[in-house]
T-cell receptor, first 112, second 114 residues
Framework: GQQLNQSPQSMFIQEGEDVSMNCTSS?????WLWYKQEPGEGPVLLIA?????ELTSNGRLTAQFGITRKDSFLNISASIPSDVGIYFC????????????FGAGTILRVKS | DAGVTQSPTHLIKTRGQHVTLRCSPI?????VSWYQQVLGQGPQFIFQ???????GRGNFPDRFSARQFPNYSSELNVNALLLGDSALYLC?????????????FGPGTRLTVT
């Protein structure tokens, strides 16, 4: 089946630092989504990407849909303590249907 | 507006029992999907329903079944529970079943099988 390789597995950074994480796949995806999950909660949608090469921002977050459609990255600038959580990339296949394939997640810890 | 709601929040069952989990999508959303999230992993797709019809099924045994009601709410049923079924079960809704529409997740139901 399809797999997404997400890296790094975890990060422990200083408050104020920038963060970068990425996802790669052997399959082509038509949509890339980035979610954040906090303990005891469901994933919350951060950014959705629909076109190859698309670069989208949401506040301090920026994500890009790779040209090959097999990868995506998420950057967080000037991290703050509330950025702590698990970040998941998810790819969506096909033209119809909502099946999402998720990466294993990047655990982000911020030291203040 | 209310987001996706799920019930119950937590559930403890014994091996061999069955369980029913419930999901109410965001108002106006017609598509509901179910995911299983085992501790330390990303969510894994189980089912998708749109307009009461099954649109997709993940690699899960027949012990897992689901349905969608006319009001677009949904139930996930799991029979003959195994220890390995212990997980967070997530429901996600979207406006349509087209990939142009984002999916929004509920808080999940934490199922523990003993």
């Amino acid at each position: 089946g399809q797999q997404l390789n997400q890296s790094p597995q975890s990060m422990f950074i200083q408050e104020g630092e920038d963060v970068s994480m990425n996802c790669t796949s052997s399959s082509i995806f038509n949509t890339w989504l980035w979610y954040k999950q906090e303990p005891g909660e469901g994933p919350v949608l951060l950014i959705a990407l629909y076109k190859a090469g698309e670069l989208t921002s949401n506040g301090r977050l920026t994500a890009q849909f790779g040209i090959t459609r097999k990868d995506s990255f998420l950057n967080i600038s000037a991290s703050i303590p509330s950025d702590v959580g698990i970040y998941f990339c998810a790819g969506q296949l096909g033209e119809y249907g909502n099946k999402l394939v998720f990466g294993a997640g990047t655990i982000l810890r911020v030291k203040s | 507006d209310a987001g996706v709601t799920q019930s119950p929040t937590h559930l403890i069952k014994t091996r061999g029992q069955h369980v029913t989990l419930r999901c109410s999508p965001i108002s106006g959303h017609k598509s509901v999907s179910w995911y299983q999230q085992v501790l330390g992993q990303g969510p894994q797709f189980i089912f998708q329903y749109y307009e009461k019809e099954e649109r997709g099924r993940g690699n899960f045994p027949d012990r897992f079944s689901a349905r969608q009601f006319p009001n677009y709410s949904s139930e996930l049923n799991v029979n003959a529970l195994l220890l390995g079924d212990s997980a967070l079960y997530l429901c996600a809704s979207s406006l349509e079943d087209n990939l142009s529409y984002e999916q929004y997740f509920g808080p999940g139901t934490r199922l523990t099988v003993t």
